[in-house]
């Protein structure tokens, strides 16, 4: 199985901060990754697919990069609302496999 | 708008059997392939089965394969997992995912997940 690795496990910004968060695969993946954010007790939800394409939706201050083994994930200006934790999911070989998560916390 | 509705969560004992189902609407559920992804208490995701939109292609996790059974109703719009033998370990919140259109295993929806305890 492909592990991902994300990083850091969590951290703390603060509202209108820059923040980056990012994902290594264990081997080449491509663009095949997709970044998902999950708000305490609900269901994730899909931002990012293809390592850079911003779903339907989704506000531009989230963005993605990356393709083969190192991927970013970046909020430019953090919002109240976007206390949440994050995972990247790869997609390039079965079975497809998350990050450990990063929890994203208020300063 | 789409909408998926997991039910069939609950507490199990050790070595038993549960039926999840998930009721979809809001968008063709014919013309999608499915996915169940767990969540054990406190941990990550983890992703357990494929079925694709016709359900003639089915993939497992290593973890429930040959305990676990996806399979879909497109008439009633309705996926369902099949667990047996339950362990301790398959504690989680089972969710159903869509995929994206023509987008294997981006899962664009998620239903709200159902409680799975496996407990004496």
């Known amino acids: 199985d492909i592990q991902m690795t994300q990083s850091p496990s969590s951290l703390s910004a603060s509202v209108g901060d820059r923040v980056t968060i990012t994902c290594q695969a264990s081997?080449?993946?491509?663009?095949?990754l997709n970044w998902y954010q999950q708000k305490p007790g609900k269901a994730p939800k899909l931002l990012i697919y293809d390592a850079s394409n911003l779903e339907t939706g989704v506000p531009s201050r989230f963005s993605g990069s990356g393709s083969g083994t190192d991927f970013t994930f970046t909020i430019s200006s953090l919002q109240p609302e976007d206390i949440a934790t994050y995972y990247c999911?790869?997609?390039?070989?079965?079975?497809?496999?998350f990050g450990q998560g990063t929890k994203l916390e208020i300063k | 708008e789409v909408q998926l509705v997991e039910s069939g969560g609950g507490l199990v004992q050790p070595g038993g059997s549960l039926r999840l189902s998930c009721a979809a609407s809001g968008f063709t559920f014919s013309s999608y392939e499915m996915n169940w992804v767990r969540q054990a208490p406190g941990k990550g995701l983890e992703w357990v089965s494929y079925i694709s939109s016709s359900g003639s292609t089915i993939y497992y996790a290593d973890s429930v394969k040959g305990r676990f059974t996806i399979s879909r109703d497109n008439a009633k719009n309705s996926l369902y997992l099949q667990m047996n033998s339950l362990r301790a370990e398959d504690t989680a919140v089972y969710y159903c995912?869509?995929?994206?259109?023509?987008?294997?295993?981006?899962?664009?929806?998620w239903g709200q997940g159902t409680l799975v305890t496996v407990s004496s």
């Open positions: 999911q790869q997609y390039d070989n079965l079975p497809p496999t």
């Open positions: 995912a869509r995929d994206a259109w023509e987008q294997w295993l981006v899962l664009e929806y």
């Open positions: 081997q080449d993946i491509s663009n095949y």
